[in-house]
């Protein structure tokens, strides 16, 4: 059933953008088969997590064949000239193997063998399918919403002292190293997510199963359900609406490489030197190319998501999960990308999900039911107050301000006090009592 939603979702993603004369995720995903990937990486991550399913020997194998193959094409390119200029010269290998297991589920494994090896590969082209569907997302959104409500969030930010442009200046002094740095970090945080993803799974060649909940059912809902946000408030970052955005332009050129930066409409270019002020805002015209994906933050949520998850690996896992929040946290402030409003959005958004879908598992009882419909309402006064209050917000920041942390504060105690509640309590052993002989 799961299945048939989300195909039926791409599908309709596909027509959607095929409405603006640009591939769907289904057909840029499909494209990968021959020309060069967006992402060698994240189809290898793909695989990867394909081969959980697999024996030893059955992943060398796949590992040999995925790198024969692009090695292969490789060399066909250089022997007929044909330059990638758009893309990775790698990763086609690795989606010829799971398209390759999966054929060999269908024609040559039967029963719950077969059932594992299409799971594995679902779970793949899952990871591929969320990367294709978020760039589509990203596509409508700037088309369909001209207006956007940056000074709305700019305005409520004031009541958290404008971490974006703290952040801001505080990357640019830095230099290339730390900006680098923090690029390699916000880039790469699928590739941290296969990571937590694979410890995870890391049994289920030797239980023949997968567990009833991990990190990627989370990041593919947060996936799905997250973008939607981004067409009922449109926001683009402080980067683009209070600067030029020309230092970022590479990354948002990803379907009309004709256009140039001059195409936006920015309030001013103060970020990040310049606090804005404090004035009514108002809806605000911009161009039809940047994405409206700043409330709430997807990668704020990602990497809330693979704090949460690391929490009971060991402690290389969990340093690594802390690390990845708060390099995270610091990149989409200091690259100008998000506003600290969209932060606090982006866990309460992220804590409500994963508590819903472990109510789900376990079954829905009161203490479920009642943290999903508090992290709910919390999220929705959190958009409404940008939305509505603003104003009142930057005029009484020392309100405001420890308002909205407290509001996400209690979502996380909530959901810290809910879930350690549902682990199972150890039993201690009884101690066997003592025998006492009675002499005669």
Known sequence: MAGVVVLGFLIALEFASRRYGLPGPITSQAREVVFAPKSGGLLYASMALMMVVLTWRQRFIALGT????????????????????????????ALWVILGCGVIAVTRRTGPERVLLLKGVG????????????????????????????????????????????MGRLVTATGPIGYNFLDTVYGQLAVAAVIVALYQLRNVAVERRFPSHHLLRTFLVIGLIGPAFYMIFPVVGPVFAYGTGTEHWASIRLWTPDVSPSVQWAVANIWPQTSPGISPPHHMLFD?????NCMPSLHTAWATAIFIHSRKGPRWLRYGGAFWLIATLCATLGFGYHYGADLIAGVVFTLTIEAALRAYDRGWDRAGIQLVAYGTTVFGALLVSYRYVPLEMARHPWVFGPLLVLSMVSVIYGYVRTTTSWEPKAVPARKPELQTEVAA
Do not use: C, E
């Open 66 to 93: 995925a790198m024969g193959i692009d090695i292969a094409i490789v060399l066909v390119r250089w022997a007929f000239d044909i330059k990638v200029t758009d893309g990775h010269p790698f990763g086609n290998g």
């Open 123 to 166: 779970l793949a082209l899952l990871l591929m399918a969320g990367r294709k569907t978020g760039d589509t997302w990203l596509l409508i959104t700037s088309k369909t919403r001209p207006a956007v409500l940056d000074q709305y969030v700019a305005t409520a930010d004031h009541a958290l002292g404008n971490p974006s442009w703290l």
């Open 288 to 292: 039809g190319v940047t994405p409206r």
